[in-house]
């Protein structure tokens, strides 16, 4: 499966995921949140930058307090909370999140 | 109805677990002779393809039946679809008179039914307790995941995560710097809430107590609630812990393929961090499979646990303490803090609560805790009565070696089976609204990482708010007063 953005194509898993981490950018951020129905706004743009520096260091995503607090930090406080971050991506900060920031989909019992 | 197939695996999952990376050529014949190994390995599994009356104690009993109303998920149907095919290639009758006796033909048309179906049952064995002859589906499903694994038609989901735990030590793949990124992280929370310095600490030679719990508790909410408050039971008791970064998993999914030597693997590692951290004590945390596989199989698979007089066994014996029960729960553990008063829990912090308590399927019907029978259905509920005012049982017929499974359980715990997901929680979401509507129930504690997750994500479709799920170590968590006993 793949979708195609200015002549460029993007692979992607049969769920959606980026198969080609280093293909993400902007322009298939968007993509991919219109695909999950999500309208992106700036605190959404303050999360999925954070997911793509975590997992940079990291080599997997952010877990959720780890998120929450630094979502928390950057936003203020009363948005450092996993509500918070539902409303920003409703099927789940997780799996959700991590599918327009490009990166793989984190397994698990989650 | 959508979603009632999981994800084929593609060949690069399939070749980190061993088996081939698409349906081999010859799959009919080697899934014949991988069912033939099966049956003489397992007694269990000749008896349950023979033993079956068709009596129709169990048709109603699974979630998922209950749920789709699809007949092929009536229990006797699922096994039927190993069965039909077991007459014909085992037993005489089938061979000559096919038709007669209800024996099938191993087709591709039924091989893509044992897939679908076989992926839609959670291994809960909830059937078995009615089967007048005990046949425990669970073993049936087991057995068909292997055979579908070994001609090359596994499934996506539960074949990644045991690639994963293999590799880098947990289901989610969390390497070695994000744990310790993320329990440094809960160690600042817990000091900013209590003011008390817990700490988490991971690789710590020589500790006496070596916790394996399922990774999701160091990921998700509401697991890490129940993380936090292992942490603030072993500080408050006084008893030095670690987790390992090897041994940074305490599931394992090779049960629910019923592959013995992935269980093996997985579980070894548990062996080797024991073995390397030099600890007396192995306990396990709240995760519903993973203390089926410790209580029943680590003895047998890794010499944890008594009875073994072998080498291998005695190597490990002889560094644990006797004293104590190896493995242990949590619960275990914390409930004998709790009798010998080692804790100091305020129960009003819980006043905000009316709680229920669920059972997960594989505490309840394939292990046990304590000294007495029904240990694991009493332990958890003294717990939580001794941390929390408010406490109340969804109805007898859901509770107990009858409870009812999340739904998500046995591998089913993934996004491409949601609708099942949703229509198994039906039974369970039942009984949670009857005691919510009479007894006003706002909060259902649970010892599992899957149900836990199941739970957050179906409560929602049944008009319930996700975060009315949590941990019974989360409960002990906000009760316990830190810094007043140590």
């Known amino acids: ?110 | 109805m959508a979603h009632v197939k999981p994800y084929v695996a593609d060949a690069q999952v399939q070749a980190s677990v061993n088996y081939p990376g698409e349906l081999v050529e010859d799959w009919h014949d080697k899934a014949i002779s991988r069912m033939g190994e099966l049956l003489g390995k397992y007694r269990s599994l000749r008896v349950f393809m023979d033993a079956c009356v068709h009596c129709g104690a169990c048709t109603d009993k699974c979630h998922y039946f209950i749920g789709t109303a699809d007949p092929k998920n009536m229990p006797v149907a699922r096994q039927e679809l190993m069965r039909s095919v077991y007459r014909r290639y085992f037993t005489l009758p089938g061979k000559l008179v096919p038709g007669l006796v209800g024996a099938k033909d191993l087709t591709k048309e039924v091989l893509d039914d044992w897939f679908s179906y076989f992926h839609q049952c959670s291994e809960c064995r909830r059937c078995s307790v009615f089967c007048p002859y005990g046949i425990d589906t669970a073993e049936v499903t087991m057995a068909a995941r292997e055979i579908l694994n070994t001609v090359g038609y596994g499934m996506k989901y539960t074949n990644q995560i045991l690639a994963k735990v293999q590799k880098i030590g947990n289901n989610l793949g969390l390497p070695g710097p994000a744990l310790e990124d993320t329990l440094s992280g809960l160690e600042e929370d817990i000091e900013m809430d209590t003011g008390v310095s817990v700490k988490m600490p991971i690789d710590v030679q020589g500790a006496e107590v070596l916790l394996v719990t399922p990774s999701a508790d160091f990921f998700s909410e509401p697991h890490v609630e129940s993380l936090i408050g292992y942490a603030k039971v072993f500080h408050q008791a006084g008893i030095s812990w670690t987790l390992s970064s090897h041994a940074s998993e305490a599931g394992n999914f090779g049960l629910f393929n019923g592959n013995y030597e992935q269980m093996r693997n997985i579980a070894m590692r548990i062996r080797q961090a024991a073995l390397d951290l030099g600890v007396k004590r192995i306990i396990v945390g709240e995760c519903g499979h993973a203390w089926r596989v410790a209580y029943a199989f680590w003895n047998t698979l890794t010499g944890i646990g008594a009875g073994g007089d072998d080498p291998f066994s005695i190597q490990l014996q002889k560094q644990l303490d006797p004293r104590y029960r190896q493995p242990m729960h949590i619960c275990e553990f914390t409930h004998d803090l709790i009798k010998r008063g080692a804790l100091n829990l305020d129960k009003e912090a819980n006043d905000h609560r009316i709680v229920t308590y669920h059972d997960s399927c594989n505490v309840a019907r394939a292990s046990r805790m304590g000294d007495m029978p029904g240990g694991q259905f009493i332990i958890p509920r003294e717990i939580i009565k001794a941390v929390a005012n408010n406490f109340v049982d969804m109805p007898m017929d859901t509770i107990g070696e009858r409870t009812f499974c999340c739904g998500g359980g046995g591998g089913v715990l993934t996004d491409d089976l949601l609708e099942v997901r949703v229509k198994g929680a039906l039974p369970r979401m039942e009984a949670l609204n009857q005691v919510k509507e009479n007894n006003k129930v706002n909060f259902m504690a649970t010892i599992c990482a899957i149900c836990k997750a199941q739970f957050t994500k179906v409560l929602p479709f049944y008009g319930f708010d996700m975060s009315m799920v949590g941990g019974v170590h989360q409960l002990v968590s906000d009760a316990i007063q830190l810094g007043t006993k140590e």
């Open chain 1, 1 to 110: 499966m793949s979708f195609e953005i200015n002549g460029k194509t993007y692979e992607t898993d049969e769920e959606g995921y980026l198969v080609n981490l280093s293909d993400w950018n902007e322009d298939a951020a968007k993509h991919l949140a219109v695909e999950e129905k999500v309208e992106l706004t700036d605190q959404h743009w303050e999360v999925i930058n954070f997911l793509r520096e975590y997992y940079n260091d990291y080599q997997i995503a952010p877990a959720v307090r780890v998120l929450t607090k630094a979502i928390g930090k950057k936003l203020g406080p009363e948005k450092g909370n996993s509500k918070y971050l539902y409303e920003l991506f409703p099927y789940g900060p997780a799996k959700q999140a991590c599918k327009i920031a490009g990166l793989p989909k984190p397994t698990g019992c989650i």
